[in-house]
């Protein structure tokens, strides 16, 4: 009864077999699993693009991960698969998010600005009963009408848990595995000290590390995917967002048992950080290596980046430098985050650092872009599509990117109109390409005109009335229990 309940919503070019495991279903559903794709695959001609060029999609995003906090930019963290996207690919050194989980992830999967929907400033905590409105069409749902049979979100979900409606599911993807919640406990895998792990609409009771799961079972969905067409992979870590856990053998590497323990906690926590830190770069080279095993390298467009800056307080251990601030606020630290994309067939890359200003809304823009899809979106995308940089067919493109809170980006020039939340008193603008710390000394040779175009954008932006009404993070806390496993069972 849930399975079916739980399929309401669903988009009808539905062809993956994981929606539906119950037993008694198993057969008819392979034989409408094969009719559906010999019928997606006819489709295709119409589609406008060949199935054999549309890229398959893997996108890795970390969580919380300190500008800093790769060995490409200066770390002592080995990170050499984060790197190896970045090297080989195209780095992508302006690449901007929300200053915190959910609003990021949000904007990722629609294209537009979250404060649209009421998820700008805070992250939906285990608490909330709202999550992205099912009025919001996902990337997950614009690849499944445009030949993508397999669509798996993998690791942490954070977009809506208290209603069915939420579930990635629901949202477009055939796959589920991993977390509702943010800051679940890495080996008992609960929040709220419920077991919050699930396997589509079952609760998952697999042990070990869940950076190591996630990445398994990425590594797991591209094999079996890259046999049938094109797919989409959404990997989510929870790394390296707290609780500080690692595998024991991990921290080992970086420090020995005897001077961990005589160390202070805030410390302990320091060298945790790190190990986390290099667990997920270990499981983002098992991810690049089983793409380059089921023969697809060529042919598959990675992207990562991390959903906002290093959290304040983990310095040395996690920093934002040479940046300005962190995770909560938008200056550079906070929202501008280590990114890299790659796409051997098709994209200009290999030791290609890009300063075009791009983020998290660009990026449904520009898969529509790259898979030909023409399709009009059913609410218009806030994001462009920089697919043409990316190709190297254009150097640039001039623009302006809002990042919420009074604030916004163009390639010259940062403003940040005074605010509460920012705690200033009086308008901030810099020059970032010369002052990309935001030193408040720095000098600023202002162009007046363009420096007025992105005030009208961020004025534009902040004149947003969301649809949904944005709920303090605390609201609803106290006295709140979590349902049991995190089973849901309202639509
Ligand atoms: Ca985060």
């Not at 609960?190 to 990445?215: F, M, N, P, Q, V």
């Not at 598959?300 to 980046?305: D, V």
């Not at 899809?373 to 067919?393: A, C, F, H, Q, R």
């Not at 030193?439 to 004025?459: A, C, F, H, N």
Request: hydrophobic share 35%; aromatic share 10%.
């Amino acid at each position: 009864m849930l399975n079916l309940f739980a399929r309401k919503g669903t988009p009808c070019f539905q062809t993956s077999t994981a929606m539906f495991r119950t037993a008694p279903m198993k057969r008819l559903v392979i034989m409408r699993t094969k009719q559906l794709l010999l019928s997606s695959a006819t489709l295709l001609p119409m589609l406008g693009m060949a199935q054999t060029d549309r890229p398959n999609i893997v996108i890795i995003v970390a969580d919380d991960l300190g500008w800093g906090d790769v060995s490409h930019h200066g770390s002592v963290i080995p990170t050499p698969n984060i790197d190896r996207i970045l090297n080989e690919g195209i780095e992508l050194d302006r690449f901007y998010t929300a200053p915190v989980s959910s609003p990021t992830r949000c904007g990722l999967m629609t294209g537009r600005y979250p404060n649209r929907f009421g998820i700008r400033e805070t992250v939906i905590p285990p608490w909330r009963d709202y999550g992205l409105p099912v009025e919001e069409e996902t990337m997950a749902d614009v690849l499944g009408r445009n030949g993508y049979a397999h669509r798996a979100a993998i690791g942490k979900w954070h977009m809506g848990h208290s209603k069915q409606r939420y579930y990635p599911l629901n949202r477009g993807f055939t796959h589920f595995h991993g977390a509702l919640n943010g800051a679940i406990d890495y080996f008992e895998h609960t929040r709220e000290k419920e077991l919050d792990w699930h396997d589509d609409w079952e609760s998952c009771y697999e042990k070990g590390y869940s950076t190591d799961l996630i990445a398994a079972e990425s590594a797991r969905c591209i094999k079996e995917y890259a046999k049938e067409g094109p797919y989409f992979i959404y990997t989510c870590f929870n790394a390296p967002h707290s609780p500080y856990q690692a595998p024991e053998e991990e921290i080992r590497k970086f420090i020995s048992k005897e001077e961990f323990d005589s160390l202070p906690p805030k410390d302990q926590k320091g060298w945790t950080y790190r190990a986390m830190v290099s667990r997920m770069d270990k499981g983002i080279g098992a991810i690049l290596q089983a793409i380059s095993e089921s023969g697809e390298w060529d042919n598959t467009l990675i992207l990562f980046f991390s959903d906002n800056g290093g959290v304040p307080g983990m310095e040395p251990y996690s920093v934002n430098r040479p940046l300005r601030g962190s995770k909560f606020d938008e200056w550079e630290g906070g929202v501008r985050t280590v990114a890299g994309i790659y796409w051997k067939k098709a994209f200009r890359q290999g030791h290609r650092k890009l300063d075009q200003v791009t983020g998290f809304v660009d990026i449904l823009p520009t898969l529509a872009d790259i898979v030909e899809i023409k399709e009009t979106p059913k609410n218009p995308y806030d994001g462009i599509s920089i697919s043409s940089v990316l190709k190297g067919e254009k150097e640039q493109i001039d623009r302006d990117f809002y990042l919420g809170c009074g604030a916004g980006v163009c390639a010259q020039y940062k403003l940040i109109l005074a605010n509460q939340h920012m705690r200033l008193q009086k308008d901030f603008i810099t020059d970032i390409q010369k002052n990309p710390s935001e030193k408040r000394e720095g000098r600023i040779y202002e162009d007046p005109e363009r420096v007025s175009q992105l005030r009208r954008t961020i004025q534009e932006g902040d004149a947003i009335v969301p649809y949904q009404e944005e709920i303090p993070f605390g609201k609803g806390q106290k006295g709140f229990v979590a349902p049991k496993e995190w089973k849901i069972t309202e639509y």
